[in-house]
């Protein structure tokens, strides 16, 4: 099965392990690699290997010592570039050779984000870090970039002295380096063989304190009480996660909270997961990200999609694990609050996309799809409906944690489609095949727009919420004298996240109500972020200008996609903000996420 969004072969030849030293250099923003490849021929009479590369510059490539031929082939839109080595003998199946190659990178490079001292909290030292996820990793390093290939790795990084790198790896020390005695080499070992996309690189003024038998969290020293303090839940949440999926196979579960501009809430880097500083406001969706990146560690780590069409079976079983384990740390009301508030943001993309957009299937086509674009809450939300709706067709929570035990055992070190998935389900559920014959696979999987079903919830936590949203939906302009702060008093922050939620996905308030809404509730003065977010959207889309220097504050100090992209869609939909956010982006894109950049560009229907 061709993996549409690489130019590797896996039918040809895996890669089974890389050796890599990597060299960082701050003052040119490159690294400079050497990559050694162990790679197995899968065929007879194996001629040519062809790599993923994008933006590297490619120096030499020898094949078990010998020197070997290699030339780039057409460069593409958003795949890169071909990297097609002629092999000095050929190969046959089954046998193995080291590709070493001899590469640079760009300073654009997709997969770094390289910040200057200022960037930082401490402004005295600069800061690299990457994200590899989806199709980056050919910007760093020659690989086969398909998750449908995976292998282990050993790296050796050499860096400023006076900084630390990590990596998605075990630690495995570090020593001077023998080449230069302003900088040092660490070492990095993964033994649980991983796709591309989870290969992870930071470098910086890092420090770490343990705060569990299998954690350690690092970050910049000005964050390190802060992270610790939030972060102190982590090892209930592994444990808890355990009894769910199974034994956590990677033995180390660091924590590492990057700088504002990281893209994403988290991202499940094996040993390392990267995390937001947005988590660290007093937000207890903090929960809910570090719920998310543990769960990875089995569905998705372990058990891979086979390419990004089906990333659903990455995401939505991650959902579906992420919120059990909130349910049995917190209760279950929290588990169908979540749920149900889960479905809103399915129905927030779909309306940003487009009902039938196809980009809104579980299982898109993503041939000449940049997986970047494609990017949303459809194969989360989508996905975990699907696993929710199966739970209550088959049985209950406890009889569908034992087919998603069995499924993890069954893929574990593997990589998986959706048909697959779903041959695995009708042999696990043989008796129950009737009940599976009667749902709309097609409308589930194939078809754009809401699933062809809505599970049921319980509304316990939602129902206050609801109806405060509906007063303020049906409040005339007499009636707003009748709203006080005691509205919120017994809402939890997750109500008070569904009640906005709720709010956006109907037409816009009037400004007099969103005026009236921040006298008596005071939003302007909340920091978490979910709740922040939501409220500024809700002000834009009233069209009330006091809200557009925050929303633009927002849009700037952190760069996470899930807020920024909104936000920015916002301001550029409100006419009288438009000009401004158009300007503020210019201002600030040099210091955004080459990936954040290129994506709120378009949102702002900007060329270039």
Known sequence: MADPSSFASPEQFGTKHLHLKLDVDFSRRVISASTSLTVRSLQDCLCQLTFDTKDLTIKEVSVNGQTAKFQLGASHRFKGTPLEITLPFPLARGQEVIVQISSETSPKSSALQWLNPEQTAGKTHPYLFSQCQATHCRTIIPCQDTPSVKFTYYSQVSVPKELVALMS?????????????????????????????????????????????????????????????????????????????????????????????????????????????????????????????????????????????????????????ERRIDGLLHGENLRQLLALGGWKELQNSVNTFGASNVLTNLVPNLHEVDVDEAFSSVPYEKGFALLYHLEQLLGGPDVFLGFLKAYIQRFAYKTVTTDDWKAFLYSYFKDKTDILDKVDWKGWMHTPGMPPVQPKYDMTLANACTALANKWIEAKESDLSSFSSEDLKDLSSYQRTEFLTQLLLHEPLPVSHVKRMQEVYIFNDVKNSEIRFRWLRLCLRAKWEEAIPLALKMSTEQGRMKFTRPLYRDLYNF??????????????????????????????????
């Open 575 to 608: 006419d009288k903000a438009r000009d401004e956010a158009i300007s503020t982006f210019k201002k600030n894109r040099s210091s955004m996420h080459p990936v954040t950049e290129m994506l709120v560009a378009k949102d702002l229907h900007l060329s270039s």
């Open 169 to 321: 790896a075990l630690r495995d020390g570090h020593i001077p380096d023998p080449e230069d005695c302003s900088r040092k080499i660490y070492r990095f070992k993964q033994n649980v063989p991983i796709p591309s996309y989870l290969i992870a690189l930071v470098v910086g003024a890092l420090e770490g304190r343990k705060i569990g038998p299998r954690t350690t969290v690092w970050t910049e020293k000005e964050f390190l009480d802060a992270s610790a303090y939030e972060f102190a839940e982590t090892e209930t949440m592994l444990q808890k996660a355990e009894d769910l999926a199974g034994p956590y196979v990677w033995e180390q579960y660091d924590l590492l909270v990057l700088p504002p501009s990281f893209p994403y809430g988290g991202m499940e880097n094996p040993c390392l997961t990267f995390a937001t500083p947005t988590v660290l406001a007093g937000d207890r969706s903090l929960a809910g990200v570090i719920a998310h990146e543990i769960s990875h560690s089995w569905t998705g780590n372990l058990v891979t999609n086979r390419t990004w069409e089906h990333f659903w079976l990455n995401e939505g079983h991650t959902v579906y694990l």
